[in-house]
């Protein structure tokens, strides 16, 4: 998994789909201001937000842009179910969130949720600079997520 040659730039279909499909309810928050909104509060973290940011374009681009044609061609269903499941959770934390919900739980779940995503999918497809991307986003994204609205 961790051997730079068995890696290649190509497009992975999959990881542009898990991508947008996350981004997709950032998209309506960005127009449609949720009741309670928290999450438009200024940042006391700016710079771990930029560090963030950087993950997440690393990210991005590696999950569509990076095969490893070692990993074989399928995907274990387990690593599937994850996807799956944080999805899900992820999009029950934002319908939460625009009922009214912007306690500790929901926040945590916008937070961890599309990061478990990324790392089932990346691991899922041996993708290890976007497993690294994956794990750099989550560190930043949690941290700043406590700090900004859970202290």
């Not at 949720?34 to 771990?48: C, G, M, Q, V």
């Not at 569509?64 to 994850?82: E, I, L, M, T, Y």
């Not at 990324?118 to 941290?143: D, Q, T, V």
């Amino acid at each position: 998994m961790w051997n730079i040659k068995t890696y290649r730039f190509g497009f992975d279909p999959w990881g542009l789909g898990l991508f947008l499909l996350i981004m997709l309810p950032n998209f309506v928050w960005f127009a449609l201001p949720a009741p309670n909104d928290i999450l438009r509060a200024e940042s006391a973290t700016p710079f771990l937000d930029t560090a963030g940011q950087v993950f997440q374009i690393a990210l991005a681009a590696a999950l569509c842009g990076v095969v490893n044609p070692a990993r074989g061609g399928s995907v274990k269903r387990g690593w599937a179910a994850g996807v799956v499941l944080c999805l899900v959770l992820y999009l029950a934390g934002w319908a939460a969130y625009y009922a009214g919900a912007a306690g500790t739980v929901v926040v945590l779940i916008l937070c961890l949720a599309p990061c478990g995503a990324f790392l089932f999918h990346s691991a899922a497809r041996k993708n290890a600079p976007a497993l690294l991307a994956a794990g750099g986003f989550a560190a930043c994204h949690l941290i700043s997520t406590i700090v900004n609205f859970i202290l």
